[in-house]
């Protein structure tokens, strides 16, 4: 990944198919602006919940785009399979590399510039803040969606796949990963939360967990907004939005905070 800036409005491309292409949204197809492609055996699960809020409305104005790819369509034999048992023994089933091929290599025909292939993977990198801050600078990115045991690793070393984690536990498929990292990925954009300030004030943006929030009433149960925020004096509010920071990184997140400290040049005692 480099950090090639994002792009978000673009002109329509035109590219003849022999294949019908469903829409996800009335939003065309469009030249220069970022998107997610997902190849998976559900593509009914999308967008799922990326269509909703803020996600949502971005991709119906064409700030980002969204494109499912039907994996069992490039399935074998009269039942489409697209699995089958491991090599060696063992319980469950793989997904195989001809199939899997077929299915990348129409995928990423056409792709050009900066465009990662992901393989949500438990094995793979845990997602961060920083990978989503360089897949936002991308021009796009296609994200593979395991089931089973799992895909056949001569396709991950073929195509160079990134396998990504979306944390220490396993799941039975991609599908709710790739919408975790899309959704963390998208609202880094420009223009899809409104507000730059949201991105750069919130958790890991500046290697803390975020301060505390509060807003109205201001009595709540018996529990009031700490007076520093009801002052007006913008410096101390952010002077104490800081230190609240630190000291929850601090406790509940060690590795953070160590992390922090080293970035900074500072040793904690």
Known sequence: MTDKPAKSYGRKAIRPTLKPRELLTPTPDLHGVWKAKVITLFPSAFPGVLGESLTGKALQE??????????????????????????????????????????????????QGNWPLIYLSP??????????????????????????????????EHYGIQEVSLGDFVMTGGEIAAQALIDATVRLLPGVLGNQAST?????????????????????????????????HHGRIAEWRHQMAEEITRA???????????ARGEVDD
């Not at 700030?63 to 491991?86: A, I, M, S, Y």
């Not at 509940?252 to 080293?262: E, F, H, Q, T």
Request: include cysteine.
């Open 200 to 232: 750069e004030e919130e958790s890991f943006s500046s290697g803390l967990l975020e301060h505390p929030q509060y807003t109205r009433p201001a009595e709540w149960n018996g529990r009031e907004i700490p007076p520093i925020l009801m002052s007006g």
């Open 123 to 156: 094995r793979g990198r845990r997602m961060d803040q920083r990978m989503m801050q360089n897949l936002a600078r991308c021009d796009g990115m296609t994200l593979l969606c395991g089931r089973f045991e799992g895909v056949d690793e001569r396709v991950l």
């Open 62 to 111: 064409g700030l980002w785009q969204l494109e499912t790819v039907d994996l069992r369509q490039f399935g074998v034999g009269k039942h489409r399979n697209v699995d089958d048992t491991p090599a060696g023994g063992g319980a469950g089933m793989v997904l195989r590399p001809d199939v899997l091929g077929a299915a990348i290599d129409h995928t990423m025909d056409g792709v």
């Open 252 to 262: 509940r997140r060690p590795d953070l905070w160590d992390a922090y400290l080293k």
